[in-house]
């Protein structure tokens, strides 16, 4: 009998394993910017192990930038029901239901992630712009203020409050900001350069995106 769950064990160790390494294939060919050959990799991994959530967060992720919104949507879902608390499923949900344009279910994702992490930065951001969306400046803006108490550096957070200073009309107050925030991409700029140069993560693209400036 021991024997047996030995051998069980060990079987389930090598899955794992094996589900691992496509999951780590699958990030490599997204890097790579081969999202349909990265969704085959993650796909294999989670035929392997389903219950693993960072596995459909990924594969959510992957859909987002296929513009497969809706089945996007289903996969940090799937994330959500394995954790309730990942908050960076709660958080990217909201982000697709505000690519639809459906902002109420996008204000009560950030409202989530906030409740479970109040310190999440890039909620308070990403609420912001809801409340931006539905013209409620003077809110949006507490959201901005609030992401950037927690992150000082949040490029996006003073780059959004800036664009939001133009839309009001103040010159003053959209140049400081904007300043700031070009501060900052250029320091992302800097950390795209360094990545490529190692052929490593591309968390400095991802910045440069965000913000927009390029």
Do not use: Q
Not at 71 to 76: A, P, Q, V, W
Not at 152 to 173: F, R, T, V
Not at 183 to 197: F, H, I, P, Q
């Amino acid at each position: 009998m021991v024997k047996i769950m030995s051998i069980e064990s060990e079987d389930k160790k090598a899955n794992s394993s094996d589900a691992e390494k496509y999951f780590k294939k699958a990030k490599e060919m997204y890097g790579n910017g081969s999202f349909e050959k990265a969704l085959k990799e993650i796909e294999k991994a989670i035929s392997i192990n389903p219950e693993v959530s960072k596995f459909w967060l990924f594969k959510g992720d992957i859909h987002t930038d296929l513009w497969d919104l809706d089945e996007s949507l289903r996969c940090y879902d799937e994330a959500i029901s394995i954790d309730p608390k990942l908050v960076s499923a709660w958080n990217k949900k909201g982000e697709v239901h505000m690519y639809k344009t459906e902002y109420d279910e996008a204000m009560e994702c950030f409202e989530k992630t906030i409740s479970i992490e109040p310190e999440y930065s890039l909620a308070w951001v990403n609420k912001g712009s809801v409340y931006k969306e539905k013209e409620k400046e003077d809110k949006a803006i507490m959201c901005y203020d609030k992401a950037i108490s927690i992150n000082p550096e949040s490029e996006l957070a003073w780059a959004n409050k800036g664009h939001l200073y133009k839309m009001k009309g103040s010159d003053y107050e959209d140049k400081e900001y904007y300043d700031k925030a070009k501060e900052y991409y250029d320091k992302a700029r800097e950390c795209y350069d360094k990545a490529s140069s190692l052929d490593s993560d591309k968390k400095g693209l991802d910045t440069i995106r965000r913000i927009g400036l390029d």
